[in-house]
């Protein structure tokens, strides 16, 4: 597609179960990017990846957290055992130019933990 | 250490009022660059603009104007003639090269009244 785009759009999960949120690049960008906005805060860094390999994976929060690219694409954010705290819309964003250019935002999953 | 400053949560103003979003930078780096994001309702962030570190020349698009002043570690953002249409969350960004982490201030709230 021409813009970044992100599944599911809405998730409504329970305490404890496990999510996977999916992000789709631009065509072409090899870098990609995942934030974290909570309701009425600013965009909290989580991981970036270059290609298929995650050069700075210090934002995310817990070991409950991880995120793999494959195929220098698709990325999936997955969130094990979720918390009530993980309550938040998850953003995803490509770039051609990573660090100099602008980022491609998608319009991100809200996740709401029960 | 990255660090951008918001310090307007929240700014009101009637319809055809200037109003200035102010943000200010913290960075050890002599190569970074500074953007402007805007976040409708509807949610996806939108790119508005890119400085880099070298180039201190104010820019203006249509009723959009920036002013980068790295003596006072600043890239404010002047709306003039504000629409109701320009309501939003406003948010600055930062860039190092080399670390190609993108840090985000907590926004600023826009309400323009008709």
């Known amino acids: 597609g021409a813009g970044v785009s992100q599944s599911p759009s809405n998730k409504v999960t329970e305490k404890g179960k496990d999510v996977e949120l999916r992000c789709d690049p631009i065509?072409?960008?090899?870098?990609l990017y995942w934030y974290r906005q909570s309701l009425g805060q600013g965009l909290e860094f989580l991981i970036y990846?270059?290609?298929?390999?995650?050069?700075?994976k210090s934002g995310l929060p817990s070991d409950r957290f991880s995120a793999e690219r494959t195929g220098g694409s698709v990325s999936t954010l997955t969130i094990q055992r979720t918390q009530q705290e993980d309550s938040a819309v998850y953003l995803c964003a490509s770039s051609l130019e990573p660090g100099t250019g602008e980022l491609f935002f998608g319009e991100g999953s809200r996740l709401t933990v029960l | 250490a990255q660090k951008v400053t918001q310090a307007q949560t929240e700014i009101s103003v009637v319809e055809k009022e200037d109003v200035t979003l102010d943000c200010v930078y913290e960075t050890r780096d002599t190569t970074y660059y500074l953007f402007w994001y805007k976040q409708p309702p509807s949610g996806e962030l939108v790119f508005l603009i890119r400085?880099?570190?070298?180039?201190?020349q104010n820019e203006i698009s249509g009723r959009y104007s920036w002013n980068f002043q790295k003596s006072t570690s600043s890239f404010n953002f002047t709306i003039t003639a504000s629409q109701v249409v320009d309501s939003a969350v406003y948010f600055c960004?930062?860039?190092?090269?080399?670390?190609?982490?993108?840090?985000f201030g907590t926004g600023t709230r826009l309400k323009v009244l008709a």
């Open positions: 960004a930062l860039s190092e090269r080399g670390t190609y982490k993108y840090i």
């Open positions: 990846f270059q290609g298929n390999s995650a050069p700075d």
């Open positions: 400085r880099n570190s070298f180039d201190e």
């Open positions: 065509s072409g960008h090899t870098a």
